[in-house]
């Protein structure tokens, strides 16, 4: 018998079967095959999986056990009983089917009496078994009576007539499976030679048509013939030409008296002299013929069948100029290109890549590739044309090789036949040694740069902190001494206000201009050292940004002037403006300062202001126009220094501080301030402020 039980029988299904059976009577079942190995099984007790089989002399008895009650089956007993030797019974039976012992049915695990505590006591001491847990073990194992065992045995007799039943009708049913997959085979083979006769049935009946459309086509041969028919004495005289073949005789339409011209009859000497046909392509006028003569010896003329072959002609000479183009263009590219079939060899190679191998094109032809480039007798892990033969894909990579002497950028394209399957792939290889190289050079070149960028950010860093250091101490020192002076100032106003109002009697008319002077000098240096207290607080008295209406700034700002403008007969035209964030208060400041400088600097003119602004993307810009004087805009970075005038104290008041301080404002919020102007035609201050301070 060809087959073993575990193909004869379903073998998830009775193993379920000796589960139930373990459960129900609590001793456990298996089957074995002939050479011991375990084919179903249920669970064993713990006594055996627990002790028993986890140490080597003992599971040594277990097997010895096995192979004592295997040997009583394999001598013909239909039924064996043992007592293994760790103290256990155990019972088998054959399983034989159609008279062939396949396997052996298992029950065991089981007592026929109460145990023998000394010997399962000694047993524990002498293979070390945990004896508490090993007897506890031996607790669950079942004493089976006489009445029992006698159940058991016509169980363990019915298990294999039932599995030996089973295994019969399964192989009766694998042996007619068998049989009918047989006579499906004969019937596919027999339908396929049915489908070859038919298939050379239809080409049969294909070859017929063809034959009676030849046949039709010669009952109108040669006179409706396209192409040239002739038939020549052995003479050089025609017998016969239909029309096609006029162009052949020089235009003239042949009879039988006609001479043939000398290129014909040169061809029928040479067809007379060999005695067999021949083939040759002449070119008459701008068209070629292909002329086939046959001669017919018994009759002394010879037949000439000619055929058009001037497009076909001229579309062999598009090809083989095309396929020259594309070897000179193949040899020229700088690129090593290969084409390369599946089993990595050189099908074709350019001369650059046989250059850089050190061989001819010829010579590269039917080497592989990892041989002449890697000098390996196996492809690397990394070859793209492996990959590419694998998934069809493109791939691309960059390896040096030192073979061809260099870094290349490795291109790998699949090749196809009209089915889809790849045949091979394009292997294009392009030397950037010298790309690399410029590349390391920038690298260094950058890590260079970024080393000299750290250490200028460094000294940079530094000079910012002492920068700020430095202007943190102008700003204590401004504010402290626009602070500090403000006391002696008021105390020489106040004496010289006294002096005036006490004294005026007794100071000649000289020393009171010189008191006037000292007063107008005191309130000049007072005024100076507030605008310096001011342009000190611009970054010293900070207020947090927050959303600010600049329609609202503007108006606070404009009415300090509203009663100046009023005696002026003057105008403030304020449009609608954006909300963006920044600090009011000086918001508020620098328009007031605006404001102040086109209302000083105002023309005879009423004066005339506007104040509007644009949106520019993240930005909002503010336009303050006036009609006033105006300034040459050569002056335009001056008038943003701190102290600088255009005009003299006695033209126009001041100190020099106001537009000092819009513009230090305004890049406090990250902003710029400029001016459009020209004299006598007005001023245009433009503030450009972020609508949203970064974080």
Same mark, same amino acid.
């Given at each position: ?16 079967? *000796? ?11 298996? %089957? ?11 669970? =064993? ?33 239909? #039924?064996? /009983? ?14 034989? %089917?159609?008279?062939?012992? !396949? ?14 505590? $000394? #010997? #399962?006591?000694?047993?524990? $001491? ?39 039943? *089973?295994? %019969? ?24 030679? /049915? ?53 052949? !005789? ?7 008296? @006609? ?20 083939? !040759? ?44 183009? =594309? ?5 020229? +590219? ?24 050190? /061989? ?30 694998? @998934? ?38 392009? @030397? ?16 260079? *740069? ?102 609202? +700034? ?28 920044? $600090?009011?208060?000086?918001? +508020?400041?620098?328009?007031?300062? /605006? ?41 335009? $970075? ?46 245009? #201050? ?10």
């Amino acid at each position: 018998m060809q087959y073993k039980l575990a193909d004869l029988i379903d073998t998830e299904k009775t193993e379920k079967l *000796l589960g139930s059976f373990r459960d129900a009577i609590g001793i456990p079942a298996a %089957i074995f095959d002939l050479e011991g190995r375990v084919i179903i099984k249920s669970r =064993w007790h713990k006594i055996c999986s627990d002790f028993h089989i986890e140490k080597e002399k003992t599971c040594r008895k277990c097997i010895e056990s096995n192979t004592t009650l295997a040997n009583e089956l394999m001598e013909g007993n239909p #039924f064996a /009983l043992y007592r293994c030797l760790n103290g256990l019974k155990h019972a088998a039976a054959p399983i034989v %089917i159609e008279g062939e012992h !396949l396997a052996n049915a298992f029950i065991g695990q089981f007592l026929t009496e109460k145990p023998d505590l $000394d #010997f #399962f006591s000694r047993q524990a $001491d002498e293979y070390v078994f945990d004896k508490s847990e090993y007897l506890r073990a031996l607790s669950k194992v079942p004493v089976v009576t006489r009445d029992v065992q006698s159940f058991l045995l016509s169980f363990l007799t019915s298990l294999t007539e039932m599995l030996a039943s *089973l295994g %019969i009708k399964h192989l009766r049913q694998m042996e007619t499976e068998k049989q009918l997959k047989k006579a499906r085979d004969k019937l596919q083979i027999q339908n396929e030679e /049915l489908s070859a006769s038919e298939e050379e049935l239809r080409v049969q009946n294909e070859e017929l048509i063809s034959s009676r459309e030849q046949i039709e086509i010669l009952a109108r041969f040669p006179s409706e013939n396209p192409n040239p028919v002739m038939r020549m004495a052995g003479d050089g005289r025609v017998l016969y030409a239909n029309e096609a073949a006029a162009c052949l !005789l020089a235009g003239s339409k042949a009879d039988r008296s @006609d001479m043939a011209p000398q290129f014909l009859r040169n061809m029928v000497t040479e067809a007379f002299s060999t005695g067999s046909s021949a083939k !040759l392509d002449i070119q008459v006028h701008d068209r070629i013929f292909s002329l086939t003569v046959a001669p017919v010896l018994d009759y002394d003329y010879v037949n000439i069948y000619g055929q058009d072959i001037t497009d076909r002609k001229h579309m062999e000479e598009e090809l083989l100029r095309a396929k020259q183009e =594309w070897e000179r263009t193949f040899d020229s +590219v700088p690129d090593l290109i290969a084409i390369m079939d599946p089993l990595h060899r050189i099908v074709r190679a350019n001369k650059e890549m046989a250059r850089r191998l050190g /061989l001819t094109p010829e010579q590269c032809t039917g080497r592989r590739c990892y041989e002449c480039v890697h000098d390996s007798l196996h492809p690397p892990d990394f070859c793209p044309h492996g990959r590419t033969l694998m @998934d069809g894909q493109e791939y691309t990579a960059e390896m040096y090789e030192p073979r061809l002497g260099g870094d290349f950028l490795v291109t790998t394209t699949p090749l196809r036949d009209e089915q889809g399957n790849i045949v091979g792939t394009v292997h294009v290889a392009r @030397d950037i040694t010298e790309r690399k190289r410029i590349e390391e050079e920038l690298r260094r070149s950058r890590d260079q *740069l970024e080393t000299r960028v750290r250490e200028r950010t460094a000294d940079l860093a530094k000079a910012v902190t002492r920068l700020e250091l430095i202007n943190q101490e102008l700003q204590e020192f401004a504010f402290v001494a626009s602070h500090d002076l403000q006391e002696p100032l008021r105390k020489i106003q106040s004496f010289c206000d006294l002096v005036v109002r006490s004294n005026r009697e007794n100071v000649d008319e000289k020393g009171q201009d010189y008191l006037l002077r000292m007063q107008k000098a005191a309130r000049r240096m007072q005024q100076l050292l507030k605008d310096l207290l001011s342009y000190s607080r611009v970054t010293t008295q900070l207020e947090p940004f927050r959303e600010t209406d600049l329609k609202l +700034v503007v108006t606070e700002a404009a009415e300090v002037f509203e009663l100046k403008l009023r005696e002026e007969n003057g105008k403030i035209q304020i449009a609608d403006m954006l909300v963006i964030e920044a $600090d009011y208060s000086q918001m +508020v400041r620098l328009f007031q300062n /605006l404001i102040s400088n086109a209302v000083k600097y105002r023309s005879r003119q009423k004066p005339m202001i506007k104040i509007y602004s644009h949106r520019d993307k993240h930005f909002c810009r503010i336009f303050v126009e006036d009609n006033g004087i105006g300034f040459d805009e050569k002056y335009l $970075d001056r008038i943003f220094s701190p102290f600088q005038r255009l005009h003299g104290r006695n033209e126009y008041p001041g100190t020099g501080m106001g537009l000092a301080i819009c513009r230090k404002i305004v890049e406090r919020h990250g902003g710029s301030i400029t001016a459009n102007s020209a004299p006598e035609h007005g001023s245009t #201050f433009i503030v450009t402020l972020p609508i949203k301070q970064k974080p």
